[in-house]
């Protein structure tokens, strides 16, 4: 049985990149823990980077990787290998795409309570929460949320400029200095931000530029016609829905305003399993919703956006859509940020303060007498003070 996975695994490990390592990552990966998952959407570079790091710290003979969607395992236990794996003077267990194995949780607690000199890696889809699984590897597990890359990898790995991580107060009180300083030193970065835009934010632009739309589309058809019914107890034929919500959002070129009396009309469904659908496109990293602020803060999202800036250019060139350029800029804006609202004042609201998004000719006319505000502009650099390019919050 090992053989099997030796052979097909020495294949694999013939083509891992060792020029870029996601280093934040990998710090999880190396701890002690026993129990490491690394989740996230399709394309991130998990599968990567845990091959990486069994190349980097461990002898071929002391790790065993596979995938859990390999045909091997349709009649095999996990639990199985990893006994006849300890046996023989195994040391890691790395299990790629987890989710498409029937019942994991089980057998990974089999396998961490059975083999406590076993350290066990592994990957799983973004809708992956250990949290919920029956089987309580919560207080066992450590896990990360992989996310696409940032604008502030993009140009380490495409343009090999490596700049300093900034602090958000750093870039509100002195982006214009900064800007500056970057954009004079280093003349490719506003070009390079406009790349990082259309095909930046996974690591498999390296392979082939020309292709990345199409793969990224392709990537996202698995999310929904794949990933989302293993993670969920849903029926094949709702998948439509799910496509149908997607439509709605890039025909509409502007960002959506939701209300959802209407959209379950439209769509057909109840209004908790539309709200239940939306839960789920934002958990696979496809949406990004966004609540409106107010004293008492709504659960339903106010807009809904794509979650990242080339998901948006890949549904739009799917779709034959030509993108809206403050529909990019928005989008880019709320996936630099965790915990962000839209607000009356400016567009967005991050903590205290107000952001007002727009083109290099933006004026302050929406903000002028607000406090704790910034305008935020697509331009290479600034020279006047509460005014940002729309690029820095990339280097957060």
């Known amino acids: 049985m090992l053989n099997y996975f030796r052979g097909k695994q020495a294949r694999i490990f013939q083509a891992v990149p060792d020029d870029f390592v996601r280093k934040k990552y990998m710090k999880l990966l190396t701890s002690s823990d026993r129990l490491v998952g690394l989740i996230g959407q399709r394309g991130v570079g998990k599968t990567t980077l845990l091959l990486q790091y069994l190349k980097n710290n461990f002898k071929v003979s002391e790790y065993l990787y596979f995938s859990a969607d390999d045909i091997y395992i349709a009649d095999t236990k996990f639990y199985d290998i990893a006994d006849e794996f300890v046996r023989l003077g ?18 990974i607690k089999n396998i961490y309570d059975s083999f406590p000199e076993l350290l066990i890696r592994f990957s799983g889809s973004a809708m992956l929460n250990i949290m919920y699984e029956k089987y309580d590897l919560s207080r066992r597990c450590v896990t990360a949320q992989m996310e696409t890359l940032s604008f502030l990898e993009f140009l380490e790995l495409d343009k090999k400029l490596e700049l300093p991580l900034l602090p958000l107060d750093d870039i509100i009180t002195r982006g214009s200095e ?115 602020y107010s004293v008492k803060v709504s659960k339903k999202p106010e807009k809904l956006l794509f979650d990242n800036t080339n998901i948006l250019q890949a549904y739009a060139d799917e779709f034959g859509i030509e993108v809206n350029a403050g529909t990019v800029r928005e989008t880019f804006f709320a996936s630099c940020f965790s915990d962000i609202f839209y607000s009356d004042i400016g567009d967005f609201r991050v903590k205290d303060m107000f952001f007002e998004i727009g083109g290099r000719n933006k004026t302050f006319k929406q903000i002028k007498d607000v406090e704790n505000s910034c305008l935020v502009i697509d331009t290479d650099y600034t020279t006047q003070e509460r005014k940002i390019p729309l690029w820095l919050f990339g280097l957060m």
């Open 90 to 107: 195994g040391k890691v267990m790395v299990i790629d795409e987890i989710h498409k194995y029937y019942n994991w949780a089980q057998e």
């Open 178 to 292: 900064i800007s500056l300083d970057l954009a004079l030193s280093h003349s490719n970065i506003y070009s390079g931000f406009k790349d990082f835009l259309k095909f930046g934010a996974y690591p498999f632009f390296m392979e082939d530029k020309d292709t990345y739309k199409n793969k990224l589309f392709n990537a996202l058809e698995k999310i929904i016609n794949e990933d989302i019914p293993s993670c969920h107890k849903i029926d094949y034929s709702q998948l439509i829905v799910f496509k149908k919500i997607i439509a709605i959002l890039i025909e509409s070129r502007v960002p959506y305003k939701v209300n959802m009396v209407k959209l379950s009309k439209k769509l057909g469904v109840s209004h908790p399993t539309l709200a239940s659908y939306l839960a789920m496109l934002k958990d696979s990293k496809i949406f990004h919703p966004v609540k409106k």
